[in-house]
């Protein structure tokens, strides 16, 4: 089939962000970052921003999967007519080199068959041989490759490119991947640190990112700008917060988790390349504690209650409902008298999956106004959507996004 055209370059001011497996909090996240005018949702599984992908600190969104650059958009969602399409928009850079190339195909949201993506791949790279390029294909077991397929087959290196095809209604947009989600650096965050507790739960680092990024609200602060979590545990936060160049402030009601912070944030320090930030933490409890300094916003996960495996009995539940919301209304109360007006704040609160997708809220969430606080409201999700929890998972954490007024 024909040769390609090169129409690169045709949209550089824009990016495509594959989302994760949550993708309300990805665009929640973006939404937050970038403004609601800057995003798009694509179907259910992408995003379009109207952003140069070089200004998109992919490392620091935890909602995120795949960033790419976007190429072209089709005027079709039909195959084989796409496969024509792709094959005439092959980047014309990636003929003109004698090393081999990773090559890669995606698909979301499309109803293409692996097999198809595969059969595609060996077109692409019977034409790219015949211009004099070798090329390995990543074949498709699943229409989409998933990170670690593209981070193992480098195909974000120099000498890889996976091509990205997300339906947007009768169209298909055709992007190339830029950098995809550090699984690996993930992991080592996550397992390594010297003190985890499953006690009190295990923050993923990419749910601590966008818990910040939803109370930090801008990629690039000024100034010494300080994140403040109240209910640190391990310190989960405090770490992703300085990895993301923020100064941290934290504090638990437990000095034994004090002690397990100081050395996860020493284990931090040795292992990766923090910038000038600095970092504080000391017992407290959240709902009498000062804190001083000031911080500039807070991001936390509170205190959750009761682990449950099970579905626990009405007044067990009840009970517990009640003291995770009394602990929650006394912090509010307290940190609102020492906060500046229009403060950020990113909680991670529990919410009780009580049958499938039925979620039992802590109650002050009626209250928020009475409080003191106003709620942000996303233009690109609803508040129900605003949930972490894996299916069968009874506690589920909540993200309430709010200002101090
Ligand atoms: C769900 S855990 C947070 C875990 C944390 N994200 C981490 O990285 O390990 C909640 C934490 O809140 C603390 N806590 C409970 N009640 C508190 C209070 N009144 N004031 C401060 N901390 C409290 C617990 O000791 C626990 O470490």
Redesign the pocket.
Known sequence: MGSFRGIIEAMPEQSLLILGRQPALGLAELESLFGASAVQAIGTDAALLSRAPSSVHFDRLGGSVKLCRVLTVFDTIKWPEVQKHVEQTMPRSLASSDSKLQLGLSAYGLSFKPQQLTAAGLELKKILRKGGRSVRLVPNQEAALNSAQVLHNRLTGENGCEIVLVRDGAKTICAQTVAEQDIESYTLRDRSRPK??AR????PPKL?QIIINLAASEQNPTGNFTVL???????????EALLMGFSAYG????PR?IN??GENLDWLDSNFQLGDVQVRFED????T?LWEPQPSAVA?????GQPYIAQPPVDKLATNVRTCNV?LE??LRNIGKQLKPGTRLCL?VPAWQISPQKFKHVPLIDRLNDLGYNRTRFEHIRDDQLLYYREDQIVARELLVLTKQ
């Open positions: 985890r507790d009190v739960g295990m923050l601590a979590d109240p209910f640190c545990g391990t310190g989960v936060l405090l770490q504090t638990d009601l437990e988790m397990y912070t407290g409890d959240a709902t504690h936390c996960e509170t205190y959750l602990i006394k912090f991670a």
